[in-house]
């Protein structure tokens, strides 16, 4: 369905087709946009071995630099990778530490940590930091795996990124947002049921599911002299 096709539904299950004043687009968007964060968020705490808009990015490792930019699409974090060497099968999984477990200074250039066994931690939300440094620049020597954020829904032909017989979440749920701020109580219970079953399913479809594309990240230098 595109944003039409469900502002058609929404229209169709409330009853709003012939006032449309009563239910305005800005607000049908609103809420469309809010259950299409649902149904992804529902989608992610009930996943196994799968990842929703599951994505990996690559970037050039830079020597004696730790940190590196987060796509701008990454929604969570799930695996880190990294090859100091550049040889084809010199690849590590990296482990992550919470930056309050780190006991010795970062500030030292020693390394605790060795190639073999590297960390990695998150200074702010929008880089990831890794120890070892690196001795030398490797080109695509950093991969990280993660799960991207929706693109919310904005013009009229856009489509969710949910398979096609999910699409009705979203109208269905701006269409129960609109009966229960208008206290229509004879449809609530009727559109919350449908509802319902139709996230019920979500779940089970999507857990069957693997989805993997390429994206990139950015190195950032900080020169803290």
Not at 4 to 13: A, C, G, L, Q, S
Not at 167 to 193: M, P
């Amino acid at each position: 369905m595109t944003l039409e096709e469900i502002y058609d539904d929404i229209d169709f299950i409330c009853q709003t087709k012939s006032d449309p004043l009563s239910y305005p687009e800005t607000d049908k968007l609103r809420n469309v946009n809010r259950w299409y964060h649902k149904a992804q968020e529902l989608i992610i705490d009930n996943m196994n071995d799968w990842y929703f808009q599951g994505e990996y990015a690559v970037c050039d490792l830079v020597k004696d630099q730790e940190e590196y930019i987060f796509p701008s699409d990454i929604l969570k974090l799930d695996r880190v990778e990294i090859n100091y060497t550049g040889g084809e099968n010199d690849w590590t999984v990296a482990k992550p530490v919470p930056i309050e477990r780190i006991k010795y200074p970062l500030s030292n250039k020693d390394e605790v940590y060795t190639k073999t066994s590297p960390i990695f931690f998150l200074p702010d939300t929008l880089s990831i930091a890794i120890r070892p440094k690196p001795d030398n620049n490797i080109a695509k020597g950093l991969k990280i795996y993660y799960q991207k954020d929706i693109k919310e829904l904005s013009e009229k032909t856009d489509k969710p990124s949910l398979a096609e017989p999910f699409h009705r979440i979203l109208s269905l749920g701006a269409s129960l947002d609109y009966v229960i701020a208008n206290q229509i109580l004879e449809k609530r219970n009727t559109i919350k049921s449908e509802l319902n079953e139709l996230l019920d399913r979500l779940v089970v479809y999507y857990s069957h599911r693997n989805i993997t594309s390429k994206a990139r990240i950015i190195p950032r230098f900080s020169d803290y002299k």
